[in-house]
């Protein structure tokens, strides 16, 4: 499989897709200012492949001949494998702090997901589940980078669903469907090769909203509309907003003919209920690796302030340095344990467990918001009055503190307010509060999905109302 290079990701993105920001058609996304930043730090990562430094990282040598290809869609089948998987995608987050969520290795491990799924839905249909390992192929043959929706735009809770204009299909004479709606935060869209449509397992869910396919972002009748950009002022006040803004967009498709071999599922509520299942794992392993990496980015911006401003004497800020330290590697020990306990698929590919990533996923969302909490108590007013570089010659306006030099203290200073105040701060605190769904509905598919059998069984009999003795609970035996 051929690799990319950065420069390669670049040219093909000049080929007149339709994307819209400010009420303005882009003529040229490559062009666009308020797109750069992401497309070069998307296009350093591909030219991490071609680093002799990085080359065990990003790349493996495949059959006899020995050629390589990239590890962003290597499929998993080993303990192994998956922590080759979580040093790339560490490496990767590292790249921007953790604050691109939807960076070219992400989205492969959710067409991975539905590639392990194809199994069960060609026991239904065998043509979509060859259409998913062809395209699978594609991707990977291409190393595409890719998009990927499944959010539909808010809308009134109390109408049905199958009453709401959400995305939806009608069949075609030649096997293929066309698509007419919208589908909201398709990360990166606009700057990506092609997106994947995957539609939730939700109540009420039509039949002909229920429906799994891809298309290159430049495809007849689809058009991407940006939200705002996040970017206040120059670049240069803004480390993170200035380069790492993955734009969100709207995907809006109107009677996009999507041929028969892209259609992945189509018109089987139940179908897409069992894809779903475990079409995400990867995903929330990618998750929370990534958000350990962005907790040490919290921390070394907190522990460098809080040492120019000396307050490492005080006890409340070493609870608070501490308090992100804990949230860091209790996230890292949640990976750490789901890559111990692999899960083997049918499939034959080896799947971090499951249940342990929900849970860790459930916790780095409810305890997130502490990060920017202890960042903005350790900093005080210097994450707002922090000056930027038109007033960086102003000595009465120098960053406060000692320790290092001025312009070392501006520039972390303004990685605070990009962290903790900005608007990159804002969507970011809003990516990972409802990134990989809502935090209340996946407490309720956890639950619901839990079993109850051995916990009930240890309180009984311990309880003396069950058939089992009070020494023999379940306890787990240690194997040699």
């Given at each position: ?41 998307v ?25 390589l ?18 040093a790339?995608i ?39 589940a060859?259409?998913i ?44 469907i ?71 967009a ?20 139940e ?22 990496v ?22 409340g ?22 890559e ?32 920017r ?41 303004r990685?605070?307010?990009?962290l903790?105040?900005s ?57 040699g």
């Amino acid at each position: 499989m051929p690799l990319r290079r950065g420069d390669q990701y670049k040219a093909g993105l000049d080929d007149g897709r339709d994307v819209q920001l400010l009420g303005r058609k882009v003529p040229a996304v490559v062009r666009e200012p308020v797109l750069s930043g992401a497309i070069d730090a998307v296009a350093q990562i591909y030219d991490r492949q071609f680093d002799p430094q990085f080359a065990e990282l990003f790349t493996l040598a495949e059959g006899e001949s020995g050629s390589l290809s990239g590890r962003m869609y290597q499929i998993p089948r080993s303990e192994h494998d998956i922590r080759l998987r979580g040093a790339l995608i560490d490496h990767v987050a590292r790249m921007s702090g953790g604050t691109m969520g939807r960076t070219p290795e992400y989205v492969p491990l959710v067409l991975i997901g539905l590639l392990d799924a194809a199994g069960g839905i060609a026991k239904k249909n065998a043509d979509w589940a060859q259409n998913i390992a062809r395209y699978y192929e594609h991707c990977r043959g291409g190393d595409l980078f890719l998009s990927h929706s499944f959010a539909d735009r808010q809308v009134d809770r109390a109408t049905e669903s199958k009453k709401i204009s959400h995305l939806s299909y009608v069949p075609m004479k030649d096997g293929g469907i066309q698509v007419s709606g919208i589908k909201a935060a398709a990360t990166s869209a606009p700057i990506a090769d092609e997106i994947i449509v995957l539609t939730p397992p939700r109540n009420g869910l039509a039949p002909h909203q229920a429906v799994f396919f891809a298309v290159p972002t430049k495809t007849e009748g689809l058009r991407f509309v940006c939200r705002q950009p996040l970017l206040e002022g120059p670049a240069e006040d803004h480390p993170l907003g200035g380069r790492f803004d993955e734009m969100d967009a709207w995907a809006i498709f109107d009677k996009v003919n999507v041929p028969a071999e892209r259609v992945f599922v189509a018109g089987d509520v139940e179908l897409v209920a069992m894809a779903w299942r475990n079409l995400l794992t990867l995903a929330y392993y990618h998750i929370l690796v990534r958000s350990a990496v962005k907790a040490d980015l919290f921390l070394g911006t907190s522990s460098l302030i809080a040492g120019y401003l000396g307050l490492n004497a005080f006890q409340g800020i070493r609870e608070s340095l501490a308090d992100i330290a804990r949230y860091g590697e209790t996230i890292r020990a949640f990976a750490r344990a789901a890559e111990a306990d692999v899960i083997m698929t049918r499939a034959g590919m080896a799947m971090p467990n499951p249940r342990i990533l929900a849970v860790g996923h459930m916790y780095a969302v409810e305890h997130h918001h502490r990060l920017r909490e202890s960042l903005v108590g350790i900093a005080g007013q210097s994450v707002l009055m922090s000056p930027g570089v038109a007033d960086a010659e102003a000595p009465e306006l120098a960053a406060p503190g000692h320790g290092g030099n001025d312009d070392e203290r501006r520039r972390v200073f303004r990685l605070a307010w990009d962290l903790a105040a900005s608007a990159f701060a804002g969507r970011q605190y809003m990516f990972e509060v409802f990134n990989g769904r809502d935090l209340t509905r996946n407490r309720t598919a956890f639950f619901e999905r839990f079993d109850l059998k051995a916990s009930q069984t240890l309180a009984l009999a311990l309880a003396g109302a069950g058939a089992k003795r009070a020494d023999d609970t379940g306890a787990a035996v240690i194997r040699g």
